[in-house]
């Protein structure tokens, strides 16, 4: 019912740029709650990168803020990362998160992608 499709992830140097996009593949009528980005580095736990609600407003991790952008398309099935000024700290599996209610549904769920790697090195 719902699928959750990643692409942009890959080898940038320091410095360099990547956008990540997700697509939202949903066939059952539904409501957005929020969507957000997380990563997980080696050795690391998953940790929020970024997130929109629905209303729009974003936050961000402090390690991102002023280097990072989420944005989402007007009808909330698409949302972006763009990466500017990427470190080598940033290296990660980038996984893009959805809260969806479907209908019928007591409140909303969490759907998953499966994941894009981004490595950051010269």
């Known amino acids: 019912q719902v699928q959750l499709v990643e692409s942009g992830g890959g080898l940038v140097q320091p410095g360099g740029s990547l956008r990540l996009s997700c697509t939202a593949s949903?066939?059952?009528?539904?409501?957005?709650?929020?969507m957000g980005w997380y990563r997980q580095g080696p050795g690391k736990q998953r940790e929020l990168v970024a997130g929109?609600?629905?209303?729009?407003?974003?936050n961000y991790a402090d390690s991102v803020k002023g280097r990072f952008t989420i944005s989402r398309d007007n009808a909330k099935t698409i949302v972006y990362l763009q990466m500017n000024s990427l470190k080598s700290e940033d290296t990660a599996v980038y996984f893009c998160?959805?809260?969806?209610?479907?209908?019928?549904?007591?409140?909303?769920?969490?759907?998953w992608g499966q994941g894009t790697q981004v490595t950051v090195s010269s």
């Open positions: 998160n959805f809260q969806i209610r479907l209908v019928g549904a007591t409140g909303p769920s969490d759907y």
């Open positions: 949903i066939t059952r009528s539904f409501s957005i709650y929020g």
């Open positions: 929109i609600g629905g209303a729009g407003d974003s």
